[in-house]
């Protein structure tokens, strides 16, 4: 049967009235909105807090009982303010053969800490080469090459409040950003996300938001698959200078498993 229009007249009186608000309230009350995918139309209200967005400002929020295991992953590389011949000597050893570290490799202790807890996560603990410093999280791993730094955090980890922090440290030791990525798949549990990552629109926005401190945050982003299913989301500021075609040779690979058998996974 086919549903009558809206307008039809001739339904009259059978039309039923609104509930009343109380009810409504009530309705809603009952309903569980936490699980809803991340594309769905329910936006919960998400605080808006951009002009406060120091180390001391920060939205928490109580364990739900659902980890979020998919991780955020930022990667940022730097280029010299003012160029200089390059500097390899973080790639060898002394004769004493201490490493020599330089670029982001001679940030303090209480630097990297300062960045961590911008993303609601500690370092645990590091291990260190002629190539990189590598740190054990809390909530996943850090990466501090020379030029780059890579940082990956789960759960509900707030990892691109990290951003202004990268700038502001990398501008006292002579750094300006030259490439920034940004990348994650869709959430399972979007609602239990902190500010700035309520979605991936308000990761956008708060991105942009840091036009003001480094233009070289002006980038684009990308949904990667089909909305309607699994998908991966990627923001990319690529300014960095290429001289010739030939020398841009990096390539990243992601390989993202999931919902695989047991049997398989041991």
Known sequence: MNSPCACDDSLGDSIPSPPPPDTVVALLAGTNLSNLPEDEPHHEPQPQQPYDDDDYSGEIREYTGSFEGPEKTLEVMFRRINPIDEDNSSLSSDASGEINRVGLRTLSRPDLDRICGRARCTILSCVSNRY??????????????????????CGTTTLLRCVAVLIELGRKIGLEIDWLGYNRKNFSFPRDQMFPHGSFHQEMEYLYSHRNLCERLNGNGYTLGPVTSDHWFVFVADHTKRYAEDNDTDRVLNIMMFDID?????
Do not use: G, I
């Open 132 to 153: 990189l410093d590598a740190y054990v999280l809390s909530e996943s791993s850090l990466f501090v090459y020379p030029y780059m730094v890579v940082l990956k955090t």
């Open 262 to 266: 047991e049997t398989v996974a041991k």
